[in-house]
């Protein structure tokens, strides 16, 4: 299993901004995702963090708006560029840990865009 | 194009008795499916994994079908409990071999004690 933790938990900013969002696990994990659920709807992935290299991004998902890094095994950060309100969602991290496909995500960032 | 379909609107049940959710999905080929659980506020967590070449799977309370002839999986939840009341999303392998997922929207579900 693993346990993670995110930061900020929640945020309220202002159009134009940019927020970076931490997601920090107990353990060394090879894949580690970005998800993100908007109001009632299902979670979508972003991208996957990669560690060492370059994010790679769903269709849809792009780097300059949604620049991610991953310096270690355990931690990575995704950023919400230039934020419009309709990025007003919950941001959640995971990772595949502790048996095959198995997936345990972070308690997610809440971002209100005003 | 790709879609999951999950039962579009809330279940409202009595306690001890069994909740059925349906997840039904088009364009895929998945490997495996998993259901989650997700209370307010808090992140998806893993309740069960079942393969292509399994016909049901059960953990304690939980029992899950898939059918990839009909392309569909049924998640029970017996004895239902006000404890269970929540919102269970399937999700669904992408077929590309690096653990990514395509979720459906989710059920929720009420348990009235």
């Known amino acids: 299993s693993a346990v993670i933790s995110q930061k900020p938990s929640r945020d309220i900013c202002q159009r134009g901004t940019s927020l970076t969002i931490q997601c920090q696990v107990d353990s060394q994990v090879t894949m580690m995702f970005w998800y993100r659920q908007q109001p009632g709807q299902s979670l979508t992935l972003i991208a996957t963090?990669?560690?060492?290299?370059?994010?790679?991004?769903e269709s849809g998902f792009v780097i300059d708006k949604f620049p991610i890094s991953r310096p270690n095994l355990t931690f990575s950060t995704l950023t919400v560029s230039n934020m419009s309100p309709e990025d007003s969602s919950i941001y959640l991290c995971s990772v595949e840990a502790g048996g095959p496909e198995t997936q345990y995500f972070g308690p997610g960032t809440r971002l209100l865009v005003l | 194009s790709q879609k999951i379909e999950q039962n579009s609107e809330a279940l409202n049940i009595q306690e001890g008795k069994t909740a059925t959710l349906t997840c039904n999905y088009t364009?895929?080929?998945?490997?495996?499916l998993q259901w989650y659980r997700q209370d307010p506020g808090r992140g998806p967590v893993f309740l069960l994994l079942?393969?292509?070449?399994?016909k049901e799977k059960r953990k304690e309370r939980l029992k899950v079908t898939f059918d990839t002839t009909l392309k569909q999986s049924l998640f029970h939840i017996t004895a239902s409990q006000p404890a269970d009341s929540a919102t269970y999303l399937c999700a669904l392998d992408k077929g590309s071999n690096d653990y990514k997922l395509s979720f459906g929207a989710g059920t929720t579900v009420t348990v009235r004690a």
């Open positions: 963090a990669n560690q060492g290299s370059e994010a790679t991004y």
């Open positions: 079942i393969r292509e070449n399994e």
């Open positions: 364009n895929y080929s998945p490997a495996y």
